[in-house]
């Protein structure tokens, strides 16, 4: 079954500890991207990878760290929390040559991140 | 760098009304743009997909219209109902860039 997968989907962490969120794709997708939702302000991007080792920064890229060393795994990393990254974090990825059914981008189920 | 913009940012409609939400982006180089749904604390819905070639896509009540050269998408529904209330945000590949969302509220 095509999906993705990240871990956690729960996490209540506090303020420094570094942590890792995973993110997995069985498509062979080259492209990957990260999103926080927050209420009122829609899906903002944070990092993207439009390939092996190359990301690039999103919009809000200040406090995460990112890697693609494979393909088919782009963990998200904070190596420093903080409150303001409380929010809820999705993970999509793409394929290259664009979806011919009804899907392109496939999405994770979403990780609720609370740091105190 | 592409940028998706989404008006209105909310909506509220009685039920039976015909709606259009609307989809801009800046950067036409695009593989595809897809339409989402959201329901409050779930993930995201495919709803439509059209490929870069294509003008419009079409599923039951909802029809999404893509204009490449002018950077604007459109989702169309018909004869909305209250179980159509959820926030709307379309994206565009391969960057991946999504929209801030419509939220629609259909009233019964």
């Known amino acids: 079954e095509a999906q993705v997968t990240q871990n956690p989907r729960y996490l209540i962490t506090v303020t420094g500890k570094k942590l890792t969120v995973t993110c997995s794709q069985n498509?062979?997708?080259?492209?990957m991207s990260w999103y926080r939702q927050d209420p009122g302000l829609g899906l903002r991007q944070i990092y993207y990878?439009?390939?092996?080792?190359?990301?690039d920064k999103g919009d809000v890229p200040e406090g995460y760290k990112v890697s693609r060393k494979e393909k088919r795994n782009f963990p998200l990393i904070l190596e420093s929390p903080s409150p303001n990254q409380t929010s809820l974090y999705f993970c999509?990825?793409?394929?290259?040559?664009?979806?011919?059914?009804?899907?392109?981008?496939?999405f994770g189920e979403g990780s609720w991140l609370t740091v105190v | 760098k592409q940028e998706v913009t989404q008006i209105p940012a909310a909506l509220s409609v009685p039920e039976g009304e015909n709606l259009v939400l609307n989809c801009s982006f800046t950067?036409?180089?695009?593989?595809?743009l897809q339409w989402f749904r959201q329901d409050p604390g779930k993930g995201l819905t495919s709803l439509l997909l059209?490929?870069?070639?294509?003008r419009e896509q079409t599923s039951g009540r909802l029809n999404a219209s893509l204009d490449k050269s002018s950077g604007r998408s459109t989702l169309y529904i018909a004869a909305s109902q209250p179980g159509d209330s959820a926030t709307y945000l379309c994206?565009?590949?391969?960057?991946?860039?999504f929209g801030s969302g419509t939220q629609l509220t259909v009233l019964p």
């Open positions: 059209i490929q870069s070639s294509q």
């Open positions: 990878s439009m390939n092996v080792e190359v990301t």
């Open positions: 950067d036409s180089a695009i593989y595809n």
């Open positions: 994206a565009v590949t391969p960057s991946l860039t």
């Open positions: 498509m062979n997708h080259e492209y």
């Open positions: 999509a990825s793409s394929p290259r040559t664009g979806g011919i059914t009804g899907n392109t981008i496939y």
